[in-house]
């Protein structure tokens, strides 16, 4: 079955840091690119950052940069985001999706990250 | 607030239609493919539409998409109780290097 699963999500103290990790299935994971996206409660999808099929390219929404790191390892089918120096406003939904740019085609059930003290 | 811009809701009877816009500018709608998600809260996102105007396997045809300029349209016709969702637009903006999310409308039948 093609699929998406994330872990890691939490309850986070404010300046904590956390990894999430997305395990894919069914169907070629370094043939696709990568992406995190997430829903604060209350609030629309945000775009947080994308990785390319073999890693050579990043990009970051201007909300997270410096402070996040998305990475994958193919051999382990598996998409990662390390978030630094947590605030309030990280809580949400991460949702871990197939694609990048212009569509993403296959999404997570997400996992949810509180940062509370 | 969003670059790009969505109404908060719409809505209309069963078997009746809609539509969605979703208003941008010359560096990311203007120029660069439309994608469409149905979002009910707590699942996860399903694209309806990528490539502004194409459906994936599986999406029926009662959902269209469309672009004039800078804005987007997403129609549903035959309006469905199950159709009751958060819809998004999204696409890139090559200026910004970034992927743009709508603020996302509710669509009520």
């Known amino acids: 079955e093609v699929q998406l699963l994330e872990s890691g999500g939490g309850l986070e103290q404010p300046g904590g840091s956390l990894r999430l990790s997305c395990a894919a299935s069914g169907f070629t994971f370094s043939s696709h690119a990568m992406s995190w996206v997430r829903q604060a409660p209350g609030k629309g999808l945000e775009w947080v950052s994308s990785?390319?099929?073999?890693?050579?390219?990043?990009y970051y929404a201007a909300s997270v940069k410096g402070r996040v790191t998305i990475s994958r390892d193919n051999s382990k089918s598996t998409l990662y985001l390390q978030v630094n120096s947590l605030r309030a406003e990280d809580t949400a939904i991460y949702y871990c999706a197939r694609g990048m740019a212009t569509w993403f085609d296959l999404w997570g059930q997400g996992t949810l990250v509180t940062v509370s003290s | 607030q969003s670059v790009l811009t969505q109404p908060p809701s719409v809505s209309a009877a069963p078997g009746q239609k809609v539509t969605i816009t979703c208003s941008g500018s010359s560096s990311n709608i203007g120029n660069n493919y439309v994608s469409w998600y149905q979002h009910l809260p707590g699942t996860a996102p399903k694209l309806l539409i990528y490539d502004t105007n194409k459906r994936p396997s599986g999406i029926p045809d009662r959902f269209s998409g469309s672009k004039s300029g800078t804005s987007a349209t997403l129609g549903i016709t035959g309006l469905q109780t199950g159709d009751e969702a958060d819809y998004y637009c999204?696409?890139?903006?090559?200026?910004?290097?970034?992927?743009?999310f709508g603020g996302g409308t509710k669509v009520t039948v």
């Open positions: 990785i390319s099929g073999s890693a050579d390219r990043t």
């Open positions: 999204g696409t890139w903006d090559s200026s910004l290097s970034v992927v743009l």
